[in-house]
């Protein structure tokens, strides 16, 4: 009778953990966009920016998580810092991606102001159990070469500072392509549908290590 009571009760705990542990087997990964106009397909057809083709990527790569995109056309890195906590708790990602720092540069704000709301965002997404992928931007050349070096280079520095992965470069080969005016809409600003597969392949390959 004693055998049969310790069997009993060690089936009920058992049965009772299961769904627990189901659960945490089945909870796929969050991936949380915050970014600008180039994330939330400004001048596009709904459905054909890189985070909606991102979402297809995943699917094609049999990799189950969820993809919620949080980008507003002129958004800066300011904006985004304020928009982010909320963000965190609304969402719970298990990866942020930070797409943002061109508006920035638009707009002429300090280099220190930026660095500095990157690093936040940076800090506060890993604190909240997230990995972190910054996206990294470049600025014409008429902005001046010393300019254009250290925005490109902050990118690097935020990511190396706070152990986050990155891409140097969204728009690499659509706007140092040859002919990049044919990658552009006709503010020359934002890329064209045909340009999208482009900037997801410059996301892709640093995003799936941190999703491994």
Partial sequence: MRL????????????????AAGSIA????????????????????????????????????????????????GDTTSGGRSRLPALLQQHKPTH????????????????????????????LARKAGARVLLVGMQVPPNYGSDYAKRFSGLFEKVAQRHQAALVPFLLAGIADAPDPLKWFQSDRIHPK????????????????????
């Fill in 4 to 19: 049969g009571f310790w069997r009993r009760r060690d089936f009920i705990a058992a049965a009772l953990a299961a769904p």
């Fill in 26 to 73: 089945a909870a796929a990964p969050v991936i949380l966009v915050v970014g600008d106009s180039l994330s939330a397909e400004y001048g596009l057809k709904r459905g054909t920016g890189w985070v909606p083709l991102l979402e297809r990527r995943l699917a094609q790569e049999k990799i189950a998580a969820k993809v919620v995109n949080a980008s507003i056309s």
């Fill in 96 to 123: 942020v991606v930070l797409e943002l720092g061109a508006n920035d540069a638009l707009r002429g704000l300090p280099l220190a102001m930026t660095d500095e709301n990157l690093s936040a965002m940076t800090d």
């Fill in 193 to 212: 549908e045909e340009a999208q597969p482009r900037m997801l392949d410059n996301v892709w390959p640093e995003l799936k290590k941190i999703l491994k």
